[in-house]
Nanobody
Framework: QVQLAESGGGSVQAGGSLRLSCAASGYSYCMGWFRQTPGKEREGVAFIWSSGVTNYADSVKGRFTISKDNAQKTFYLQMDTLKPEDTAMYYC??????????????????WGQGTQVTVTS
């Protein structure tokens, strides 16, 4: 597996916005964004399947939008109205082999290096 190229993190004030980007070298059947804070388990944030179907965690629904660019094999996470509780290391991940898509981290075979998102109050 090849590590994904991930970017877009930073530090913003509450209410601000960030856009994360993730680039894969091959076709992605399932694409997702996860986040993790120290001492906590990695949790799914937003997902988009190759069909275009999306899924969001309740905590970000209405504020975050996931999208994909099939031509560039890239997908994005637009994060608006950020809250301090959104502060975490964000990871993108893909399933590059055909099969059903799921929201569990262990079903994804290729991961980005992580990008830090910090939201100040």
């Amino acid at each position: 597996q090849v590590q994904l190229a991930e970017s877009g993190g930073g530090s913003v004030q509450a209410g601000g916005s960030l856009r994360l980007s993730c680039a894969a070298s091959g076709y992605s059947y399932c694409m997702g964004w996860f986040r993790q804070t120290p001492g906590k388990e990695r949790e799914g944030v937003a997902f988009i399947w190759s069909s275009g179907v999306t899924n969001y965690a309740d905590s970000v629904k209405g504020r975050f939008t996931i999208s994909k660019d099939n031509a560039q094999k890239t997908f994005y996470l637009q994060m608006d109205t950020l809250k301090p509780e959104d502060t975490a290391m964000y990871y993108c991940a893909v399933r590059s082999r055909i099969g059903f898509c799921d929201v569990r981290p262990d079903t994804y075979n290729d991961w980005g290096q992580g990008t830090q998102v910090t939201v100040t109050s």
